[in-house]
């Protein structure tokens, strides 16, 4: 089923013969969460990624798309084959970060270039940074810390913060604690895919805390919000993106609506790539777009961007150009730090309804150009 | 720490076990008189739910809503019982645990071709929204309150229906000595395909009433399967009563360890450590429980079989 899925998604173009401009074709290989729990991340990604290339008309580029089932082990052999079967030049599509470690340092090494569209863990920002390794996304800690930065000018002195006890979690309570500057009412760490916290938000409750920062990714901040909502509690709630994205908005419904969050993306970012992007990705899917899709969106075009001035077969002129990157991101202002990380804006948003459909606007912005800590332990 | 903390967290734990208790209770009664390991029993509890979310959707009804995730994990249990699990009692487990392994992977990837990859919304209905005032001036969910109330309901229903009617006579004969009772002319194949279906209602109830504050989503039964077995290990195998105590022990032990043990650890730890450590201990404890209960009672607290 997997094989089929990857053949019906492939993009034919076998155009390996050299073409006119003088650059080479480019094989990509995606590997992403298509089954199972953590779908929806994946099929975003995807979606964006291949409405990037299908607009450019590019036909000089072959995508090969396979399912890692949220599993590090599946995720390794697929890389395998597509390096050394496949022979691919760039890999791409990891969601999540621990399958990203046990991919993306043994891809670069073998000379591939690894464009991340989403996972960013410390360890690939600092020290275990590589020079063919780039994250279009963000790296971890970022849009925790914007929740931080968020607290301090909304006021709060006396958060409780809770995520679930994972590196990503810990990362998670890290990012924020490092900007935000007031007193912790408590910090709890759940189980990882817990789904009741009814005791957790007793806690809350007693705690006489006058915010809440939680990282609660998919059906864990799901479950999060509604229990909250339906507790009477009602401090004011502040998270990352990930529990307010648009393909879980839906589930949650109004125990969402007016929850700050913070993200590098929204569709209502004034840009004129931002503007196209969201309007042919509903009418290519029928769906709006998540900050998933946004994050696949430009990683193709980062790379069409590449393509266009380098050849992938010159490893130093491609990794340059990738470097420069010069496309027109739906973020609008995008660069890259030394340790091949974003360096962007993040935004606060806030949960609304319009019409039938919940999603977000943006209300202010947390951290203007932004980048990460761990870039000083990067040498390359 | 306060009296109303403590009271609250109480009134989750019992919350959190009697809705364990939905689960192990289908699951004992299937391994109890039909020896059979059943995995995919998680999946019945996500077709609950995702019924349930459905028929929510487009009537707006949570009544509809819980009897179509009562009917439609039934008929499912029902269907998968004749056309599957039917072949599997004479073999051994291992056959059994690859069998409803794969059940579990077919009804995974089928409701997602059905509903598609992203959660659906299924909510608590108006009437049961929103904390309610308890004595002493405790604040607690109107819904969870409710939870409770239908756990210890069906708790008893259950407990009358083993012990009072024909069919609960006819269930536990067939627990004792299933050679003999088909001797006597009772349609072996039959009570199966109603105990089966009767778990497998208990698992979509269970889908249902959860999906209404959790996420409902593909593979949500899994992490449930998993305390549902630990709740009948302890409870012992094929004993509803045992069930009931078994689910009511993990949910009281799972809430107040994550209440208490962080709070212990900080006594003599730094915070930020002592909630990593506390945590992480907490959520062994029910494991740590299970593991006691065996060492003094092998067979689980009310386990009849060696």
Redesign the interface.
Known sequence: MFKHLALAATVAAFGTAAVADGHGAVKVGMITTLSGGGAGLGIDVRDGFMLAINQSGNTNIEVIIEDDQRKPEIAVQLADKMIQSEKVDVMTGIIWSNLAMAVVPAATAQGKFYLSPNAGPSALAGRGCHPNYFNVAWQNDNLHEAAGAYANSAGYTNSFILAPNYPAGQDALTGYKRQYGGELAGEVFTKLGQTDYAAEIAQIRASGADSVFFFLPGGMGISFLKQYADSGVDLPVVGPAFSFDQGILQAVGAAALGVVNTSQWNKDIDNATNAAFVESFQAEYGRLPSLYASQGFDTANLLLSAMASADVNDTDAFRAALKAADFASTRGDFAFADNHHPIQDIYVREVIQEGDVFTNRIIGTALTDHSDVYGADCKM | ??L??LI??VL??L??GVTLFLMAAGLTLVFGVMGLINLAHGSLFMVGAFAAAAVAGATGSFVLALGAALAAAAAAGALVEVLVIRRLYARDHLDQVLATFALILIF??GT?WVFG?????L??PAAL???ISLPGGI?Y?T??LFLIGVGIAVAIGLGLLITRSRLGIQIRAGESDREMIAALGIDISRLYTIVFALGAALAGLAGAL?G?????????GE?VLILAFVVIVIGGIGSIKGALVGAVLVGLTD?LG??LL?GMFALFMP??SA??VG??L??MAIYILMAAVLIWRPTGLFGVRA
């Open positions: 720490m306060s109303i903390l609250e967290q989750n734990g919350q959190f995974s990837e997602r990859s992203f959660p659906l919304y909510n608590i929204s929103g904390p604040e969910s819904y969870r959860v209404a504050i959790q996420s409902v989503q593909v593979g949500m992490p809430t994550k209440l962080p915070a930020s909630a990593t945590s992480a907490a959520s």
